[in-house]
């Protein structure tokens, strides 16, 4: 079976400061990997995915995460913080189950901007 | 279109009611989820539909049926729920293959009273 394991539940940075959150996989196959943000009350944003090609995936709100094979890691990276990025983020495995492939969740992390 | 649909945005049920969720998309997926999201934790996985036929039952109590009208519409009939069963359901879409993304309602905000 295939999961990821996010480090760190919680997160805060200055703003302007870098954003780092970190997704560990595992897989027996190629994995398709993303990352989600949920604000309060709120469905989930899909961030970015990869799937395949390029590795240095680039995604919305400045976000993008890179696929390291030799490492299983997908961070999430921000150069600089704002604070409407305070919310909470998920990474996510999609694996094979007969006909449909389904999405499995990170525990979470959550985000919180300082000004 | 490329958004997922929920309705209601929140509801509020006795545990002898009979209620339905809703979940609509036109963005031509044909796999189609529900989700179950507790407060402070990461969605878990109920139900999975691939064109229309269901695919994966994660041991979800007979309390919560699920059905697939048509490639556009999820539904999520619930009876006799407990309280513990209050929670963010969420609905998602994607191609079965996955490679695109899936996409998530809103959810519905349901309360077991």
């Known amino acids: 079976a295939q999961s990821v394991t996010q480090l760190g539940s919680h997160v805060s940075v200055s703003e302007g400061a870098l954003v780092l959150l970190r997704c560990n996989y595992s897989s027996s196959v190629p994995p398709y990997l993303f990352w989600y943000v949920q604000y309060p009350n709120q469905g989930l944003q899909l961030l970015l995915k990869y799937t395949t090609g390029a590795t240095l995936v680039k995604g919305i709100n400045g976000f993008e995460a890179e696929f390291k094979k030799s490492e299983t890691s997908f961070h999430l990276t921000k150069p600089s913080a704002h604070m409407s990025d305070a919310a909470e983020y998920f990474c996510a495995v999609s694996s094979s189950s007969g006909s449909a492939r389904q999405l499995t969740f990170g525990s979470g992390t959550q985000l919180t901007v300082l000004p | 279109d490329t958004e997922v649909t929920q309705t209601p945005k929140h509801l509020v049920m006795g545990m002898t009611n009979k209620k339905s969720l809703k979940c609509e998309q036109h963005m031509g997926h044909r796999a189609m989820y529900w989700y179950k999201q507790k407060a402070k934790k990461p969605p878990e996985l109920m139900f999975v539909y691939s064109y229309e036929k269901l695919s994966i039952n994660e041991s979800v109590p007979s309390r919560f049926s699920p059905e697939c009208p048509n490639s556009s519409l999820l539904n999520l009939h619930l009876h006799a729920l407990q309280p513990e069963d209050s929670a963010l359901y969420l609905c998602?879409?994607?191609?079965?293959?996955?490679?695109?993304?899936?996409?998530f309602g809103s959810g519905t905000r349901l309360t077991v009273v």
């Open positions: 998602a879409s994607s191609q079965p293959t996955g490679a695109y993304g899936y996409t």
